[in-house]
């Protein structure tokens, strides 16, 4: 009985006591591959700065994430520059160099008010009423609710 029992959510400075290792790990993670990019990026051209970033530094491997395949190619080009860079970092060369191309960010494209006329909202309608997929058939009444007011 001597234990207090707790109701509720827990505070967040709770949360963020207990997760302080974690995120000052995190961090010192990020500063570490951002002071990397940095080091690296003095052995390439000017031009190629903002382009690429260091993913992960280790013995294995030097991981670079690139913004496009363009980029990956140059910097395939400059392979022994950065892998001699990557040596005076860690105190020995990366076996390897990895580039990897990120995920482009995908953007929702919003049509620039494109509306479909009555007959083909009819169509449509008409169209989901006679299929016997109802996901298709959804999919098709929502189009036709943008036919022109």
């Known amino acids: 009985m001597g234990t207090k029992q707790r109701r509720g959510p827990v505070p967040l400075r709770q949360v963020m006591k207990r997760q302080r290792g974690d995120l000052a790990s995190l961090q010192r ?3 570490l591959l951002e002071d990397a990019t940095a080091e690296l990026g003095r052995s390439l051209p000017a031009r190629m700065a903002g382009h690429w970033q260091v993913a992960a530094l280790t013995r294995a491997a030097l991981v670079i994430s690139v913004e496009s395949p363009v980029w990956a190619t140059v910097l395939r080009g400059h392979q022994r520059d950065l892998l001699n860079a990557a040596a005076s970092l860690l105190g020995s060369r990366p076996a390897q160099l990895q580039i ?3 995920a482009a960010r995908q953007t929702r494209h ?3 008010g494109h509306r479909l006329s009555p007959d083909s909202a009819r169509i449509l309608e008409e169209t989901a009423g ?3 997929h109802p996901a298709l058939a959804d999919a098709l009444r929502r189009l036709a609710r943008h036919r022109a007011k």
Do not use: F, G, L, M
């Open 29 to 31: 993670r990020t500063r």
């Open 100 to 102: 990897r191309v990120a």
């Open 110 to 112: 919003r049509s620039a």
């Open 130 to 132: 006679a299929i016997d």
